[in-house]
T-cell receptor, first 111, second 115 residues
């Protein structure tokens, strides 16, 4: 039973527009959430994170929103650039435990 | 600065063969991990280590063994490979400071095919 789900396997967006990647989780004990980005033939790299005590965290073009009541988080990329084309994984952590990853969403930003 | 280095990058095995995947990190990280990535399944934790000489099971440990004899190295072994172990394997490491150990640093992966 996947505790962290990314229901959209892929997303296509026009350059300059907003990309919204979604992630749902089932375990209310998760207290820290992260997004990782992965290019082909490379390992994932950390992108942005958010603690459960916050509902928003921003880093440049990337913003993560957390809705604890809905057990939902989203990653917004504004404006989207072709170099953002990659697979994005969300991950969640319960205190004292290791990260649980979602299945990933492939983002394609078209020029 | 090499970061996390995995060898080999590609390997093809026959069912029943054994092999060892090597992982080395030069960031003096305490924690090290082995994940496998399968389509639609995301990254699943196989085994991890919180320090030299220690190992622990993750989400999908069956069929794998690990060793952490030196702080900088984490080895993943397959004693008798099965087609279900065809996957991309990633090694990762992290700090232990509060709120830092979730930020994993990954290697570039090993593509393993078991025929």
């Amino acid at each position: 039973d996947q505790q962290v789900k990314q229901n959209s396997p892929s997303l296509s967006v026009q350059e300059g527009r907003i990309s919204i990647l979604n992630c749902d989780y089932t375990n209310s004990m998760f207290d820290y959430f992260l997004w990782y980005k992965k290019y082909p033939a490379e390992g994932p790299t950390f992108l942005i994170s958010i603690s459960s005590i916050k509902d928003k965290n921003e880093d440049g073009r990337f913003t993560v929103f957390l809705n604890k009541s809905a057990k939902h988080l989203s990653l917004h990329i504004v404006p989207s650039q072709p170099g953002d084309s990659a697979v994005y994984f969300c991950a969640a952590r319960r205190a004292g435990n290791m990260l649980t990853f979602g299945g990933g969403t492939r983002l394609m930003v078209k020029p | 600065n090499a970061g996390v280095t995995q060898t080999p990058k590609f390997r093809v095995l026959k069912t029943g063969q054994s092999m060892t995947l090597l992982c080395a990190q030069d960031m003096n990280h305490e924690y090290m991990y082995w994940y496998r990535q399968d389509p639609g399944m995301g990254l699943r934790l196989i085994h991890y280590s919180v320090g030299e000489g220690t190992t622990a099971k993750g989400e999908v440990p069956d069929g794998y063994n690990v060793s952490r004899l030196k702080k900088q190295n984490f080895l993943l072994g397959l004693e008798s490979a099965a087609p279900s172990q065809t996957s991309v394997y990633f090694c990762a490491s992290s700090y232990t400071r509060a709120r830092e150990y979730e930020k994993l640093f990954f290697g570039s992966g090993t593509q393993l095919s078991v025929l």
